[in-house]
């Protein structure tokens, strides 16, 4: 391995300090383990000391520090009150238990099933360089030598989640995967697998109702969106296919209401 040196810093300064060096990288462990997981890192910057291993709540909203373990969102009871505890359900089908304690949230952040369920929970990434930033995460992009703090969004307890993929094994990366969330005013939904970057779109709905029209523009607009690339798991066809699916999927099964429980699927495929 080319690893060179190894800091664990004291506080954020001394972190944001050795984060500037050539070649430094923190150690925020993904759900997979990469055939070569320390190839572009000189500098290993450990940040245990740091405090960012959290999930709190204030009036901003949900707190997850970004060094939160996976399988600590999968536990926790105040994720779960949180639009359908889809945050737990995704963080529990992203690996096996043995590497859930291992990999973090901040390392998590492009893994299909986590990526989608933030998008629809519109989340935020706090991160810091030379100043803190607040980014939606459909517009985040790391510069180099920043670091991430942690990731927000606001309440969801009386939201609507849901969660619809495909994938070889239950616990295998997502071929495809949707995550929708309806809130008193507005139905959003976000697909991953079927495009470069996620697709995102929301529409807003009157008193937590989603008529078959508003449903099927959704579901439209996303097959609308997709533009995949096929590979050794799906060809692109597939993954079109699945994206509006999926979205369908998602957000049909979150309402009971009379309007959509004649929703009808074959019309949006």
């Not at 050539?22 to 890192?41: C, K, N, Q, S, T």
């Not at 697709?199 to 959704?218: D, K």
Request: hydrophobic share 45%; with cysteine; proline share 6%.
């Amino acid at each position: 391995m080319p690893i060179r040196h190894y800091q664990r810093p004291k506080d954020l300064a001394a972190a944001q300090a050795a984060l500037r060096q050539p070649g430094a990288a923190p150690l925020m462990l993904g759900p997979r383990i990469p055939a070569e997981p320390f190839a572009a890192m000189d500098t290993a910057v450990d940040l245990r000391l740091l405090d960012l291993a959290y999930i709190r709540e204030d009036g901003e909203g949900i707190h997850i520090g970004a060094l939160t373990p996976l399988q600590d969102i999968a536990e926790s009871s105040q994720l779960e009150s949180q639009a359908g505890g889809i945050l737990p359900e995704a963080a529990g089908l992203a690996a096996h238990l043995g590497l859930r304690h291992l990999a973090t949230l901040g390392g998590s952040l492009s893994w299909p099933d986590i990526a989608v369920v933030l998008l629809a929970l519109e989340a935020v990434v706090v991160a810091v360089s030379a100043q803190k930033r607040e980014t939606p995460l459909a517009d985040f992009q790391a510069a180099e030598g920043e670091l991430i703090l942690e990731v927000k969004f606001s309440a969801q307890t009386g939201a609507g989640g849901a969660l619809a993929r495909v994938a070889r094994t239950p616990r295998d990366e997502a071929i495809v995967c949707a995550a929708a969330v309806v809130t008193k005013d507005t139905a959003r939904v976000a697909v991953a697998g079927a495009s470069p970057q996620s697709i995102v779109r929301s529409s807003p709905i009157t008193r937590n109702q989603l008529t078959n029209n508003q449903l099927l523009s959704l579901v439209d607009a996303i097959t609308s969106a997709a533009h995949p690339a096929g590979d050794y798991r799906a060809s692109a066809e597939y993954r079109k296919a699945m994206a509006g699916v999926l979205a369908r999927r998602a957000l049909s099964s979150l309402s009971s209401s009379s309007s959509l429980s004649s929703f009808s699927p074959e019309r949006s495929t």
